[in-house]
């Protein structure tokens, strides 16, 4: 996820929550601590299925495919960014976010004539902000609010390397460092007089290095196939935490597990004008490992997306929309899947100078039914990005 959803998730946090039913986490990962692998994608890739897509003319930078670089020849640069706004339609969890995310930031520039090209760059990761609060009783009638509050996210730094065997081939490879803190914080807040709140917070910082390769091939004129793979992450975790007694104070470490995912891709060029993106992914979650997290709840995650882009010849403004399915890799308690279902919406501006291009795309999600499971989160996001250094007019092999 990519990571990449909100889903509806049993609270077992400390002992103040437990008896929580039922709260929203910001992603599967964000409420114990693990945020997202970001959705490395400019706007038209999010406007054409998002990261499970090989999109020429989109330097690589913003592609979850390495061998998608090999395309660059030239110094570029790429800045990706959206807004979301999420709304939960559960009366329980009535709430609506609204926040800004930049995304990504990358270089590219050629190593050795144009067969190898090298990037490197910042993903931010999805920020797992998330609150809420619960009233209670004690046993002896004393009124409270437990108030949960979590803050931070997560960054990595890709390094990307990709070659050009020829017309037919490009491969690539990358190594990204994974980084991040994420702090909770959790208080007992009694309404009466005569009390004292009780307080805890608990920050985690986690590190990983994770890899990742492709392929791209072109096996006749028109049709472009990828295929792509990204290690797990075995995170390091130092954590600390703090109470309202001090004595109680402690830190110690951690591990944890996120696995691995494929990738297959497939573009097509239909017709002129017109080209056809499909793509999936799978990532078994069932072996995630680490942070007491509820395993006998996680299970495989998979996403598809089919996307089209019309391109009315001479035009500097492309038409592009597509649908996207994901099953997310975490259960209700009852055990029934969840699912995200979207679809986008973009277009775009080439610089007369052929060398840069901006662009910009929308999408609605839906995530869960508030008829079939009682719990449904509808998400819609502003993506926008803008690259340049590659001379986007020039035709070339290049383009499918």
Request: glycine share 10%; charged share 20%; net charge negative.
């Amino acid at each position: 996820m990519s990571a990449r959803a909100r889903v509806l998730f049993v609270m077992a946090i400390a002992g103040t929550v437990a008896h929580v039913p039922a709260a929203r986490a910001d992603s599967v990962f964000g409420m114990h601590l693990l945020g997202e692998r970001i959705e490395a994608v400019d706007a038209r890739v999010a406007a054409l299925g998002g990261f499970v897509q090989i999109v020429d003319d989109s330097l690589g930078l913003m592609q979850f495919n390495p061998a998608m670089l090999a395309f660059s020849k030239r110094v570029a640069f790429g800045a990706a960014g959206y807004v979301t706004s999420d709304a939960n339609q559960s009366a329980e969890l009535e709430r609506n976010i609204v926040a800004t995310k930049f995304s990504s930031l990358m270089f590219a520039f050629p190593l050795f004539k144009r067969t190898l090209t090298a990037s490197v760059g910042y993903r931010g990761h999805y920020d797992p902000d998330f609150d809420y609060s619960v009233p209670g009783t004690t046993t002896s009638g004393e009124a409270y609010n437990d108030v949960f509050e979590r803050t931070g996210g997560t960054w990595g730094v890709p390094i990307t390397i990709a070659a050009d065997l020829g017309r037919y081939a490009k491969i690539g490879g990358s190594i990204s460092l994974e980084r991040g803190t994420i702090e909770n914080r959790w208080l007992t807040d009694f309404t009466g007089e005569n009390t004292v709140d009780a307080t805890s917070t608990q920050i985690r910082q986690v590190s990983a290095t994770g890899f990742g390769g492709g392929i791209v091939v072109r096996p006749i004129t028109g049709v472009g196939l990828g295929l792509a793979f990204e290690s797990e992450l075995d995170y390091d975790v130092e954590t600390s935490e703090s109470f309202t007694n001090t004595a109680a104070d402690t830190s110690y470490d951690e591990s944890m597990v996120q696995p691995a995912r494929w990738i297959v891709s497939a573009a097509w060029r239909a017709a002129r004008g017109i080209t056809v993106y499909g793509g999936a992914s799978y990532s078994d979650f069932t072996k995630f490992e680490g942070l007491s997290f509820p395993t006998d709840r996680l299970t495989e995650e998979m996403v598809a997306a089919l996307g089209v882009e019309y391109r009315i010849r001479g035009s500097r403004f492309p038409i592009r929309l597509s649908g996207r399915y994901e099953k997310l890799p975490y259960t209700l308690p009852d055990g029934e899947e969840i699912t995200r279902v979207s679809f986008a919406l973009g277009s775009g501006l080439l610089f007369r100078t052929g060398r840069g291009k901006l662009d910009a795309a929308v999408q609605f999600g839906k995530i869960g039914s508030v008829d079939t499971n009682t719990y449904e989160d509808r998400q819609v996001r502003f993506y926008i990005s803008i690259t340049g250094s590659e001379s986007w007019s020039t035709k070339r092999e290049t383009r499918y």
